[in-house]
């Protein structure tokens, strides 16, 4: 799974460690309530729309959740199947 974003007028790539160390840094510093303003963020999201940012959310959400249940670290690689 690799994400297409936009950052600084260029378009980056981010794949699942990358995703995975940014809901690590989201968790450490709002801790579980990083995953209720995730969630927020994809019912916002598609009430308006935004479909590719609402999954976008949602694929964070799955990360977010893998970490806040310590099913996941946040330091190791990820492998997805």
């Known amino acids: 799974m690799i994400r297409t974003v936009w950052c600084n007028g260029t378009m980056q790539m981010l794949g699942p ?3 995975y160390r940014l809901a690590a840094t989201l968790v450490e510093e709002h801790g579980p ?3 209720d303003y995730a969630r927020r963020a994809v019912i916002a999201l598609e009430a308006d729309g935004e479909v590719d940012r609402a999954r976008f ?3 964070m959400c799955l990360f977010l959740d893998d970490l806040v249940e310590f099913r996941h670290d946040g ?5 997805l199947h």
């Open 17 to 19: 460690d990358d995703l």
């Open 33 to 35: 309530s990083a995953l």
């Open 57 to 59: 959310w949602l694929t």
């Open 75 to 79: 330091e190791t690689a990820v492998t």
